[in-house]
C-alpha cells in the first residue's frame, strides 16, 4: 500500500477532481449523494496521502532527496536542445507529504461537517462539488513538482475561492466580497507570473529540483540585483495569497462565504498557499538578505497588525479571520529569520485549532440563526458543551497555553527570530502574542460565558458537525508535540521539515516562561474587562477614553477607505484622462484627422478628375502652353539660336 502511495500520489488531487465532474455531471439533482461522492473522494485522497506520508517519512532517501517522477509536457527552442523544457509531475519530500495529509484530512472533516451545515441549502450539490475542485487544486499545488504548474494550480485555488466566497450570491455584500478577493489576488499574482517568467528566462527551467541547483550557483547566470528583483516579485504573489499587508483587505471580507468554506480557506488551503510557495522557494529566497528581510518584516508588521485590529471588531468570524492573518504573519516571519521548520511547523498546528475555531463559529450561527454580533451572544456553553468546550481548546492553542499545539509552534517561532538576532521583530511577535490571548478569549467570554441572553433560543448542533469538532480538538491538544524540545531526534518535525541542515532548537526557557506569562495576562486582562464585570462597564470605559484609537482599530486604520479613494481619485482619475487622449487625440486628431485629410484630398482631386475628354484636352493645351512661355522666358538664347539657323 505505501509503495502504492508512494508512486500514484497523484490519485490524490485527481479524485477530488473527479468527484467534482461527477457531481456537476450526473448527481447534482441528488444532494445526498453527491455529499456521498465528495466525501467519498476525499477520504480516499487522505488513505492515499497518509499512506505516501507514511512512506515519506520512514524512508531516510526521501528526506535527504525529494521522489519526483515526470512526464514531458511541451518545450520551447530547438528539438534536440529546448531552451525551456516544461514537465507535469510530483514531487513528494516531508514538506509536500505533510502538506497533502494535513490539507485531505482537515478537508474531509470539513466536507463531513458541511453535510449538517448546509442541509437545506437550494445549492448543496454545487456546494460539495466546488468544495472539492478547492481541495483538489491545493493539492495539485502542493505536490506540483515544477512552478508552472505550481501557477496554473495556484490559480485555479484563487478561482474556487472566488466561487464558494461568493456562493450566496443573492447577498450584495458577498457578490462584492467575492470580487474583492479575485481583483485583490490577481494583482499580487501578476506580480508572481512576473517572477516565474523571470526564472524561466534567467535560468532555463521552471523545475524546483533544477532550479534549486541552479540559484545556489547565480553567479554564472546572473547578478545578484537581477536576483533580488526575481524574489521579491515572487514574494508579490504570497503577498496577496496569505493575506500580508498591504493586500490583506480580501481576506477578512472572506468570511461572506458559508462558514465551512471560510474553514478551508483558512486553515488548509488558499491563504497557506502563499506561505507553501515561499517555503518551497526557499533557495531562492535565502540567496538574497534583501528579500529575506522583507519577508520578514512583512510577516511581523502584518502580525502585530492584524492583531490589534482584532481587539475591537465584534462579529465572531470577523475576529477569527483577522487573527488568521496575523498567524500568517507570523509563518511569514518565521521562513524571513531563515526557520522553514518553524514556520510549516506553526502552518501544521495552525490547520487544526483554526478549523476547529471556524466550524465552531459556524455551530453558534448555526443555532443563533447567523446572528454574529458576540455582543449580542453570552452563556452560550451552558446550552451548547460541545461546540462550547472545544472552541475553548482551540483558544488555548492559539494563545499558546501548554501543552497544547500552538505553544510549541508559536514559541519556536518566538526562538528562531530571538536567535537570529531580529530582536525588534521578536518584541513585535511577543505583543502580538499577549494581543492574540487578549482578543480571541474576548470573544470567548462574550461568546460562551457570562450571562445568557433571553433572545437567543441556541442548541447544540447534531452529531455530523460536533463529530469533526472533537477531531479537531484532539488535534488541537496533541498536534504540537511532534514539534517539543524534548520529543525523540527522530520523531521531531525538525529532523524532517527544514531548510538547509536540520536544527534542533535547545528548549529556551525564559522564552517559554515569558511567553507563556503574556499568554495569561492577555486571558486574563480579556476576563477581566469581559466576564468578571458583568456590565463590561470598564471595557466601555477604556472604549470611551480612548475614542480616537479605539475608532481607528475598529474601522481597521481605514485602509478599506483609503483604496477607495485612492481608486476613486488616481485610478478613475487616470482613465477619465485616458478617455479624454482617446476620445480627442488619438480619435480626434489622428483618426479624425487622418479621414479629414484624405476627404479634403478627395474633394479637390474630384474637381480635376471629371471624366469629360474636352476637360483634359484644356488641360492639356494648358500645359503645353504654359511650357512654352516659361522656356520663351528663360531659355531666350535657345530661342535665338533658333532663329539663327532659321
Known sequence: MVEFALYHAWLVPLLPALAFVIIIFLTKPWPKLSALVSITAMVSSCVIATAAAYGVFTSHEFVEKPLVYAARWFSLGPAGAP???????????????????????????IQIYSVGYMEGDPGFSVFFSYLSLFASSMLLLVVSSNLLQMFIAWELVGLCSYLLIGFFSHKISAREAAKKAFVTCRVADFGLL???????????????????HKIENFQQYTSLGVLTLIAVLVFI???????????????????????PVSALIHAATMVVAGVYLVGRTMFLFHQVDTAMQLVAVTGAFTALFAASIAVTQREIKRILAYSTVSQLGYMMLALGVGSLTASFFHLWTHAFFKALMFLGAGSVLHAL??????WEMGGLIKKMPITGWTFVIGGLAIAGIPPFAGFWSKDEILLSAFES????????????????????????????????????????????MTVPLMVLAFLATVGGLVGTPWTPEKYSWAHYIYFGHPHHLEPNFLIMIGSVVLAVCGIYLAYTLYCADKDKARAHALADKYRGLHTLLYNKYYIDEIYLWLNHNLVDGAAKLFYLF?????????????????????????????????????????GVLAVAVILAFTAPSAAGLLGGVK
Request: zero cysteines; charged letters at 15%.
Open 83 to 109: 531552451d525551456l523544457q516544461i514537465n507535469v509531475g510530483i514531487q513528494l519530500d516531508p514538506s509536500s507529504a505533510m502538506m497533502i495529509f494535513m490539507v485531505t484530512l482537515v478537508a474531509s472533516l
Open 194 to 212: 512576473l517572477g516565474i517568467l523571470s526564472l524561466a528566462i534567467v535560468f532555463g527551467t521552471l523545475d524546483l529540483v533544477e532550479l534549486a
Open 237 to 259: 504573489g504570497p503577498i496577496g495569497k496569505s493575506g500580508q499587508f498591504p493586500l490583506h483587505v480580501w481576506l477578512p471580507d472572506a468570511m461572506e462565504g458559508p462558514t
Open 369 to 374: 440563526h447567523h446572528k454574529a454580533d458576540v
Open 421 to 464: 538576532g531580529h530582536y525588534v521583530l521578536f518584541a513585535m511577535a511577543a505583543f502580538t502574542a499577549f494581543l492574540t490571548a487578549f482578543y480571541m478569549w474576548r470573544m470567548i467570554f462574550l461568546a460562551f460565558f457570562g450571562e445568557e441572553k433571553p433572545e437567543n433560543h441556541p442548541h447544540e448542533s447534531p452529531y455530523v
Open 582 to 622: 482617446d476620445i480627442y487625440i488619438v480619435d480626434g486628431v489622428i483618426v479624425n484627422g487622418i479621414a479629414a485629410i484624405t476627404r479634403l484630398s478627395g474633394e479637390g482631386l474630384r474637381v480635376s478628375q471629371t471624366g469629360r475628354l474636352q476637360n483634359y484636352a484644356l488641360v492639356f493645351f494648358l
